[in-house]
């Protein structure tokens, strides 16, 4: 009655998520650097353009 421990995973699925995880945050925060770059231009040249004017 010899049976093999089969080796436990958890952790490698475990740290494998979370790199997942951060690899889409990162990509998506990458992808909306710019989204907002064309708004800003228009606010800098005219603050009255603004939603958040004082």
Known sequence: MSEAQEKDNFWIYVIGLVLAVVA??????????????????????????SAYRN
């Open 24 to 49: 889409t945050v990162v990509i998506i925060k990458g992808s909306e650097h710019d989204k907002y770059e064309s708004t800003a231009k228009a606010i800098a040249e005219d603050a009255s353009n």
